[in-house]
T-cell receptor, first 113, second 111 residues
Framework: GAGVSQSPSNKVTEKGKDVELRCDPISGHTALYWYRQSLGQGLEFLIYFQGNSAPDKSGLPSDRFSAERTGGSVSTLTIQRTQQEDSAVYLC???????????FGPGTRLLVL | GENVEQHPSTLSVQEGDSAVIKCTYSDSASNYFPWYKQELGKRPQLIIDIRSNVGEKKDQRIAVTLNKTAKHFSLHITETQPEDSAVYFCAATGAGNMLTFGGGTRLMVKP
């Protein structure tokens, strides 16, 4: 079946603009994660959705970052007033439950000029 | 919450040698420990995982061991090949059934 998909694959924006990144998880997966990965660095946890529970937002680096998950499926990560330090690859992952194998999407490469 | 530490951060081995990467975790309730491999420019992909009811699991040249008492688990790669060169991440479940990742190990296999 289809894996996790993300769009756009690449995004170039100007400093101060807002961006929206989309994640389509594997159908039936109740858990969805967003990570940020800067060049050559590890996986920085951003936010975790599990079913209908309140999301764990503890990893969001500032109030410019927010995420939604509509209908328990598609998720959108929004970055407002982008800064150059927001440039990174944003990875989405989903799992059947939070405790199971995570399947990663291909990521969105964000460049803020 | 869960805290996962991974060592070493970089590891260089000669082709054919073994490589060992170690992780420790803090939450004694964690019971699922996957390992991911990330090749340059690609997404992380699961290579092996272990649950807390077993101590060791093998899949061809890779194996994972788990010591619940000491709260550490390790990845062993034998007969390393250049295509094993990648970044490897360990992870553990923690509070809220959430996976927490280690910082990653960059493995370089020299031909």
């Amino acid at each position: 079946g289809a894996g996790v998909s993300q769009s756009p694959s690449n995004k170039v924006t100007e400093k101060g603009k807002d961006v929206e990144l989309r994640c389509d998880p594997i159908s039936g997966h109740t858990a969805l994660y967003w990570y940020r990965q800067s060049l050559g660095q590890g996986l920085e946890f951003l936010i975790y959705f599990q079913g209908n529970s309140a999301p764990d937002k503890s990893g969001l680096p500032s109030d410019r970052f927010s995420a939604e998950r509509t209908g328990g499926s598609v998720s959108t990560l929004t970055i407002q007033r982008t800064q150059q330090e927001d440039s990174a690859v944003y990875l989405c992952a989903s799992s059947f439950t939070g405790r199971e194998t995570q399947y990663f999407g291909p990521g969105t490469r964000l460049l803020v000029l | 919450g869960e805290n996962v530490e991974q060592h070493p951060s970089t590891l260089s081995v000669q082709e054919g040698d073994s490589a060992v990467i170690k992780c420790t975790y803090s939450d004694s309730a964690s019971n699922y420990f996957p390992w991911y491999k990330q090749e340059l420019g690609k997404r992380p992909q699961l290579i092996i995982d272990i649950r807390s009811n077993v101590g060791e699991k093998k899949d061809q040249r890779i194996a994972v061991t788990l010591n619940k008492t000491a709260k550490h688990f390790s990845l062993h790669i034998t007969e390393t090949q250049p295509e094993d060169s990648a970044v490897y991440f360990c992870a553990a479940t923690g509070a809220g059934n959430m996976l927490t990742f280690g910082g990653g190990t960059r493995l370089m296999v020299k031909p």
